[in-house]
């Protein structure tokens, strides 16, 4: 039987799709494909279809010779993104691999954006938060609004900013910045932003659009073929730390999805407190416990009871139920 050879790339018009998460847009006029997400009551956070979605726009962005700049915002004028959805991934279960599956649609999206071959814009209308910052990060420029804020929280939700954050940003403000940033889990204004090199514009709301179509506009005003190899070669170093990181992220980040810490970040997201940050010391100084009935030594601090001989065990310590 013969093989059916694939088609050739081509792309489609933007109404095609029939996306639910994300807006697609593209401009002959202008020359711009826009891509917006459009979960405006979840601060335009991305669960598992709004990845597949972007991944699929940026793909057809590529590929559509019409479209000579690609830009990246969030619906509404409160979020460009917060990242993560943690309503979804609360509900994945106790096994690693459904996160696992979510992290490659993640890493999808964000290598489909990278080399997508043309100039990308991130208009921030709002706040950019955790994966919504790496989001930005990846674009080529940044105009944002000046009375929002950049911010990394992993470290305070559970998880490591290693979908750009911990590759990137040491790349574009240097390593002590990036830390600061990134450990201690503060807001960053677009003033600060601006300053650090982590956006290339901020401006009054109001003039936010004539901003990006202004910058969009120069853009547009070059060879398309030189931009997309000199994109390539602008590229090396975040391509570099990426390919080195991203898979070995994917595993630990999977993996840990179900551990303690996480589990009590989500519930204390969900339960708008702080977590319980000596409860969780005290679980992992409680390493190897011993069953005082049997003996039996090595038990998870979890366990309610022995699971060797079933007799009840005694809690840790205050404050570790």
Same mark, same amino acid.
Not at 44 to 69: H, I, K, P, Y
Not at 296 to 318: K, N
């Given at each position: 039987m013969a093989v059916r050879e694939p088609e050739s790339p081509a792309a489609a018009a933007a109404e095609a799709f029939g996306f639910d998460r994300i807006r697609y847009a593209k401009d002959a006029n202008t020359a711009v494909a826009t891509v917006t997400i459009d979960r405006q009551a979840v601060l335009n956070c991305f669960d598992f279809q709004t990845l597949r979605e972007m991944a699929r726009a940026f793909e057809d962005a590529s590929w559509d010779e019409?479209?000579?700049?690609?830009?990246?915002?969030?619906?509404?004028?409160?979020?460009?993104?917060?990242?993560a959805d943690l309503d979804e991934q609360a509900a994945m279960g106790k096994t690693s691999g459904q996160y696992w599956r979510w992290m490659g649609a993640f890493i999808e999206m964000h290598d489909r954006l990278r080399q997508i071959g043309k100039p990308t814009i991130a208009r921030i209308n709002g706040i950019a938060v955790g994966g919504?910052? $790496?989001?930005?990060? &990846?674009?080529?420029? !940044? +105009?944002?609004?000046?009375?929002?804020?950049?911010?990394?929280? =992993?470290?305070?939700?559970?998880?490591?900013?290693?979908?750009?954050?911990?590759?990137?940003?040491?790349?574009?403000?240097?390593?002590?910045?990036?830390?600061?940033?990134?450990?201690?889990?503060?807001?960053?204004?677009?003033?600060?932003a601006f300053e650090w090199g982590l956006v290339t514009r901020i401006v009054p709301r109001a003039d936010l659009d004539g901003a990006v179509a202004e910058l969009a506009e120069k853009l547009r005003r070059k060879l398309p073929e030189t931009v997309r190899y000199t994109k390539t070669q602008l590229n090396w170093w975040?391509?570099?730390?990426?390919?080195?990181?991203?898979?070995?992220?994917?595993?630990?980040?999977?993996?840990?999805?179900?551990s303690d810490?996480?589990?009590?970040?989500?519930?204390?997201?969900?339960?708008?407190?702080?977590?319980?940050? $000596?409860?969780?010391? &005290?679980?992992?100084? !409680? +390493?190897?416990?011993?069953?005082?009935?049997?003996?039996?030594? =090595?038990?998870?601090?979890?366990?309610?009871?022995?699971?060797?001989?079933?007799?009840?065990?005694?809690?840790?310590?205050?404050?570790?139920?």
């Amino acid at each position: 039987m013969a093989v059916r050879e694939p088609e050739s790339p081509a792309a489609a018009a933007a109404e095609a799709f029939g996306f639910d998460r994300i807006r697609y847009a593209k401009d002959a006029n202008t020359a711009v494909a826009t891509v917006t997400i459009d979960r405006q009551a979840v601060l335009n956070c991305f669960d598992f279809q709004t990845l597949r979605e972007m991944a699929r726009a940026f793909e057809d962005a590529s590929w559509d010779e019409g479209a000579a700049v690609v830009v990246v915002t969030g619906a509404g004028d409160r979020a460009f993104s917060t990242g993560a959805d943690l309503d979804e991934q609360a509900a994945m279960g106790k096994t690693s691999g459904q996160y696992w599956r979510w992290m490659g649609a993640f890493i999808e999206m964000h290598d489909r954006l990278r080399q997508i071959g043309k100039p990308t814009i991130a208009r921030i209308n709002g706040i950019a938060v955790g994966g919504g910052q $790496e989001l930005q990060l &990846a674009c080529d420029f !940044a +105009v944002m609004v000046d009375d929002a804020f950049l911010q990394h929280v =992993g470290p305070e939700h559970g998880s490591v900013p290693a979908g750009g954050a911990t590759q990137w940003l040491p790349l574009t403000i240097g390593d002590r910045r990036a830390r600061e940033m990134i450990l201690l889990c503060e807001p960053i204004s677009a003033q600060q932003a601006f300053e650090w090199g982590l956006v290339t514009r901020i401006v009054p709301r109001a003039d936010l659009d004539g901003a990006v179509a202004e910058l969009a506009e120069k853009l547009r005003r070059k060879l398309p073929e030189t931009v997309r190899y000199t994109k390539t070669q602008l590229n090396w170093w975040r391509d570099l730390v990426w390919s080195q990181t991203i898979t070995h992220a994917r595993d630990w980040l999977a993996i840990h999805s179900t551990s303690d810490e996480v589990q009590e970040a989500v519930d204390a997201f969900h339960a708008k407190r702080e977590p319980q940050y $000596e409860m969780l010391r &005290a679980y992992q100084a !409680a +390493v190897g416990r011993t069953c005082p009935a049997c003996g039996e030594t =090595g038990l998870p601090a979890r366990y309610d009871f022995c699971g060797a001989c079933g007799a009840p065990l005694t809690a840790l310590a205050e404050g570790v139920p």
